[in-house]
């Protein structure tokens, strides 16, 4: 009997086994019956069946093989990819889930070759197009899976962050609080204060980083602005939180347009702490707005000190980068340090007001460009 008709002749069978291997599956299958385990199992045979006797084009084979068939289907009803989520959900680890595809590989070779002592040319193409099947369906389980894994992780990121915000306006509101009643006594009232602002900075850049990942992107809402005020009271707050370290602003053309304050406050402040905390201490970080152009302003600010390493460059605002080594400390508390997020939030508030974000950096100093259009466009966000 060919193998896909023994497949479709002896799903049962083969679906018993299946049963059995996913019940070991512990600790996430303790909890399952017997349909929870089974799960996919039928369809995914019953797909890999119909594929087997498929015609398949010259060079299809290597592709499959690969998990990269044009046949494979991008649409949710796809029984290996259903298959993946729902393991995901139901606890498994994503080897027991692979360990699956390979029981149900041996269990069904087994079974065939039981039935026959007969083996013919056919038999051996026969096995060749079911691991290929075979192959297809747990690289479209294994993508799937990893997707749910990211998808999970970074909705509980997102929602992490979110609720983080309640507790931190309490304890900023106490400190304040406490400032104004004891106003003789600022030392510690100081010290929270600025703890906060860092908390705040790094939640912020945690909350956009999982827009980004969630694929809703940054909302921007722009309103007529003056850059240059705007410069002012932002290098003026972050100068509150650190008084031994001054700020210069340099401001040249006209710096008016139309963009989202919010989010410029978020990307101009990362720059500066980014500045800041691996700068030379004894230079004061530079900032400037160049507005000489008639459709665009150039924000840039620029530290001396030791360069970025040159392999950091190219992906330097992808996120959870961070660089290890001399000059490079990771125990800082300014915005995005411990996370590693600063800089890609810097470029994702850039791209949402249709501009970009570069960086030079040699021996002598380092300086990140923002450019922005002069009139920005509102982008609307699902996510809040």
């Known amino acids: 009997m060919r193998l896909s008709s023994f497949i479709s002749a002896n799903l049962g069978l083969i679906l018993e086994d299946w049963v059995a291997f996913a019940r070991v599956q512990l600790p996430a299958a303790a909890r399952l019956d017997d349909a929870e385990l089974l799960d996919h199992g039928r369809s995914i045979l019953q797909e890999i069946a119909a594929d087997m006797l498929r015609p398949e084009r010259e060079g299809e084979r290597r592709d499959k093989s690969e998990g990269n068939s044009a046949l494979a289907s991008s649409a949710e009803g796809v029984p290996s990819r259903s298959h993946a989520r729902q393991r995901e959900r139901q606890g498994f680890e994503i080897e027991q889930m692979v360990a699956e595809y390979r029981a149900l ?94 908390m705040k900075a790094l939640l912020d850049d945690l909350m956009e980083y999982t827009r980004g990942r969630l694929g809703d992107g940054l909302s921007v809402d722009p309103a007529p602005l003056d850059l240059a005020r705007f410069a002012r009271d932002t290098l003026e707050e972050i100068g509150a939180i650190n008084p031994a370290r001054p700020l210069h602003l340099a401001v040249a053309g006209d710096v008016q347009g139309e963009w989202d304050a919010r989010r410029l406050h978020q990307a101009l402040s990362n720059l500066v702490f980014n500045a800041l905390k691996h700068g030379d201490a004894s230079a004061a970080p530079q900032v400037q707005l160049d507005g000489t152009a008639p459709d665009q302003v150039v924000i840039s600010v620029e530290n001396r000190g030791r360069p970025i390493p040159a392999d950091l460059l190219p992906r330097l605002f992808d996120p959870l980068v961070r660089a290890e080594g001399d000059g490079w400390s990771t125990d800082s508390q300014v915005a995005g340090a411990n996370l590693g997020l600063g800089l890609f939030v810097v470029r994702e508030i850039a791209t949402a007001h249709g ?15 923002l450019r922005l259009p002069r009139l920005s466009r509102r982008r609307t966000s699902t996510l809040r």
């Open 355 to 369: 501009g970009t974000v570069d960086v030079v950096s040699d021996n002598v100093s380092t300086r990140f460009e």
């Open 105 to 198: 590989r041996a269990t069904v070779l087994r079974l065939w070759s039981a039935s026959s002592d007969d083996v013919q040319h056919q038999d051996l193409e026969d096995v060749t197009r079911f691991n290929e099947a075979v192959d297809q369906a747990m690289a479209e389980s294994l993508k799937t899976f990893v997707e749910e894994v990211s998808r999970t992780r970074d909705l509980f990121l997102g929602m992490l962050g979110h609720d983080l915000r309640g507790p931190l306006s309490t304890i900023s509101g106490c400190a304040h609080l406490m400032r104004h009643k004891w106003p003789d006594d600022t030392a510690q009232t100081a010290l929270v204060l600025r703890s906060v602002a860092h």
